[in-house]
């Protein structure tokens, strides 16, 4: 086995042995630390080193897309035989582009990636342990997991780009149980986003949790039907994920989406929420940053390997009502006449004056649900984007103004879309993090809470 | 059959191996396993008779597991040096030790003999990822022409995700494992248009265990019927797009295999994983309702319910010779004549509740259910292929037979949407198509159809169970769990089954304000 090398040296090497018209590869130095417990003992952990390249080779108008783990010469050379050959063997791609140009190079490009390890939780690690002493001491359970990664990439072009991006990503979620007099289990759950772990506490965590658990002491069972609902922060960013998810706009284009303009065209222009109503992503936007360049391993609906390197800035999708623009690849935005309006890797929902915490949005119910967060959120019908799922740790009734109760969880048939119409209270924007989709695909939100007057609550669901 | 890859075989895994369980032992560990895998995935994605992408990847990493001082640690590197096996191997000895001071509960693991430098390849004949790409990338072109010919399809589109997986374990027990499977996913989706609406409709074939002969072989080979079921899909999605609207309220359901193993995947296979019972998915995937208190005692449904784990059958997505513990793969009950009587269970589950797999000295022992998706995460229970049997009887009713039994109601074909609860209660699926039954006889589609139901309010519904004729084994191909997030490729085979009673519900109605 030969030395590893260091990740600029990769891109160098893999573009220096690429004998096809063009080359882009992709670096990805990926470090992560976590720490999982259940039962208020740890179970499991971990620290994971990782580098992944992705070579792109473009032949004419083909293109060939391997990823590996390489660290060696050796490695990375095998990997830019395959991709040209691939590419050499391929038919011309439909998403043809020149390739990205023109573009400074980051300043840092030079710099090692930047690691995260165990060490990440040394404040945290000694907390946790005094929050189970805690937990037990106050007959509550409780089960979690934290999780820190840091992932340096590097993306270099043989058209000169050369651009490096350095991004931490953390999260904690902990669920408390507790088993009333009555036999009765009561649920809750706390989690968000973090960069650095510096902001958060597993004391707080475990008071959270037990303050919450206590709103159990009273128990109301409640039917299925439509409720006046508060979504916290946390379920607004679960639903609007997946409104962000399903904005391509070549399925809209195409007539298969709720951005359809059938049975040609796309809804861009047409005022399909309340007026003050925005729904943006801004990779510079505070403490959501996020890669402030497109890349792409290969090609699809909504990404395209010729789009590599194109800077990314804010974008409004959903402008005061307005729906403005939709993931848009060079390719799409062709077909479609609309301007290119790429994916970014952050979120944010705000609506004009929205004011005040969820707590205020509580305060001004007279009679509702308080829901924690939304689970198994899956789409029933795209044309609406009717989306199913359930609540979950913790539904709790509002009684004017106040929490007064726990309610039984519910299935919900809704669309977020149609939610962005009828809310009738916002809240600030917070930084927010989606239970269902944050962990693994996409923790960089920020949303308000929202007051639903009638969200359709389907059936009951007997899950604590 | 294959062989295993040379190319896998030539990597230091041995030489790694060794100095990674030597430097654990030397730091006085109780155990220390070792993984060195490689995952090669290709993918290949067609839209109206253009190649849309194609992507190679390959994962290639390894990993050290110990227990130290009564807790585990785990660490992962991909730099293949016997210095790197080292420094990782000393990684998790020291995450071990930040673990202690947060362990209550001591770690312990199941026994499991030693197994010798043992080599297992899956059934299969030809390894998808050999094939040429253009030759495949040609297929998926063919198979969305031929579907946009239909006069109701405006756009189609064709895909084939294909792994090769790769994975040396070897402890500090002794066990030395060398193995390798393939399996891939090939599907296609008509997309139409009708007055006021939009519609599809996909391929009704399961992800398998097998290779390209699966797309290209012959019938008795194992490959699905590609071109029939190409040519009455453009038919399907027409008649479709005039469906009416369902009417909401209660019907009789006979569910084909394609639609009915999701079914079983999410309200018995993940609510028999019993790290799901013991709370260790409390915070992410849930909890399950079939909590070890109700083992051979709960209803879970009528006599004729007959489940079973299984890692062994051939094709099998979650079929493996040794799973990621070292632990030899087996099968067993989990419902017996509609009883709850078994769990999947990894070696530490084995040795928290004995009777679930006595060993021959009486300490619990795992059924071979512990995976990890890459050398970069750690081996937690997964499901096995849970299914259910078919009728044995040699009058066992076949389809129509079961359609035959109904006055009125729907005939489920395919899967789509699906949602349960974090306890595995409530459900809600939709399908590719639903057939009306009236008197006994299918009358046309309808549309905007989904079905809800409580687990075991469903499966204490189940009336029949067709016979061996109608037994399919489906399948997924990335389920989800853990924290970090892990996916897993599993199959469940069942029988066309009879429901009474089943909530139907109309989704344009639930989606109406």
Known sequence: MSTPLHPQSLVEQALAASVADDCVV??????????????????????????????????????????????????????????????????????????????????????????????????????????????????????????????????????????????????????????????????????????????????????????????????????????????????????????????????????????????????????????????????????????????????????????????????????????????????????????????????????????????????????????????????????????????????????????????????????????????????????????????????????PALRVPDFNMSSVSQAV | MSGLDPTFADLPHRALGDAALTRARELGVTHADFRLERVRYQDLSVRDGVLQGASDAEDLGFAVRVIHRGSWGFAAGVVLTTDEAVRVAETAVAVANVAATMTSRPVEIADEPVYDDVTWVSAYDVNPLDVPVAEKAALLIDWTERLRAGAAVDHATAFVQQVQENKYYADLAGTRTTQQRVRLMPGFEAMGAGADTFDSMASIAPPAGRGWEYVVGSRDRGAWDWDAEIAEVPELLAEKLKAPSVEAGTYDLVIHPSNLWLTIHE?????????????????????????????????????????????????????????????????????????????????????????LNPGPDGRGRSNGCAYADSSGHIPIQRMANVSLQPDPSTDAPGTADLIGRVERGLYVVGDKSWSIDMQRFNFQFTGQRFFTIKDGELVGQVRDVAYQATTTDFWNSMEAVGGEDTWVLGGAFNCGKAQPGQVAAVSHGCPTSLFRDVRILNTLEEGGN
């Open chain 2, 267 to 355: 309200s018995i296979g993940h609510a028999t994983e019993l790290d799901r019972a013991l709370g260790y998915e409390a915070n992410y995937a849930g909890t399950s309702f079939a909590t070890t208190d109700k083992l051979n005692h709960l209803q879970y449904g009528t006599p004729v319910m007959n489940v079973t784990g299984d890692r062994t059958v051939d094709h099998g997505l979650a079929t493996i010779g040794y799973d990621d513990e070292g632990v030899q793969t087996q099968n067993w009950d989990i419902i017996k004549d509609g009883v709850l009587v078994g769990y999947q269970l990894d070696r530490p589950m084995g040795v928290m509740l004995p009777q």
């Open chain 1, 26 to 447: 992709i670096v990805r130095d990926h470090t992560s630390a976590n720490l999982r417990w259940a039962n208020n003992t740890l179970t499991t952990n971990g620290v994971m080193h990782g580098v992944s390249v992705t070579v792109v080779s473009f032949v004419g108008a083909a293109t060939g897309s391997v990823t590996g783990s390489a660290t060696t010469q050796a490695q990375v050379t095998a990997l830019v035989t395959a991709a040209d050959a691939a590419a050499r063997a391929a038919s011309p791609a439909e998403d043809v582009n020149p390739l990205v140009r023109d573009v400074p190079a980051s300043t840092d490009w030079d710099d090692a990636p930047e690691p995260t390890d165990i060490h990440v939780y040394d404040v945290f690690a000694p907390a946790l342990g005094e929050a189970f002493r805690v937990a037990d001491a106050g007959r509550r359970v409780l089960y979690g997991f934290v999780n820190h990664e840091m992932t340096t990439t590097y993306l270099g072009s043989s058209t000169g780009l050369r651009l490096r991006h350095v991004q931490p990503t953390g999260h904690y979620g902990c669920t408390g149980k507790t088993t009333t007099p009555e036999g009765r289990t009561e649920s809750a759950w706390v989690g968000g986003a973090t960069r650095d772990f510096t902001d958060v506490d597993a004391l707080a965590i475990e008071s959270e949790v037990a303050r919450r658990l206590a709103w159990g002491h009273r128990r109301v069972d409640l039917p299925a039907g439509r409720y006046d609902t508060i979504l916290p922060p946390t379920a607004v960013a679960d639903l609007m994920i997946d409104a962000y998810w399903s904005a391509g706009a070549r399925d809209a284009w195409e007539g298969q989406s709720v951005y359809s303009r059938r049975p040609t065209g796309t809804r861009i222009g047409e005022t399909i929420a309340r007026r003050g109503v925005h729904l943006y992503s801004d990779p510079a936007h505070d403490p959501l940053r996020c890669a402030p360049f497109t890349v792409a391993t290969s090609s699809g609906n909504t990404s395209s390997v010729f789009d590599n390197g194109l800077p990314l800035g804010r974008t409004d999708w959903i402008r005061d009502g307005e729906l403005t623009s939709l993931l848009q690849t060079r390719h799409s935005a062709a077909m479609t006449s609309q301007p290119v309006t790429p994916a970014v890797d952050n979120l944010v929902l705000d609506v004009d004056g929205g004011r005040g915490s969820l707590a205020d949005v509580v305060a001004g119910t007279e009679r509702g649900l308080l829901l924690t967060c939304l689970w198994y959120l899956r789409e029933v019908d795209p044309q609406s984007l009717l989306l199913t799922g359930l609540t979950r740790d913790g539904v709790y009734l509002v009684e004017d103004g106040e929490v007064t109760g726990s309610v039984n969880n519910f299935r919900f048939n809704e669309s977020p879309v149609d939610l962005l119409r009828r809310f009738t209270h916002a809240s600030e924007t917070v930084p927010s993090f989606s239970r269902e989709w944050g962990d693994d695909y996409f923790s960089r939100t920020a949303t």
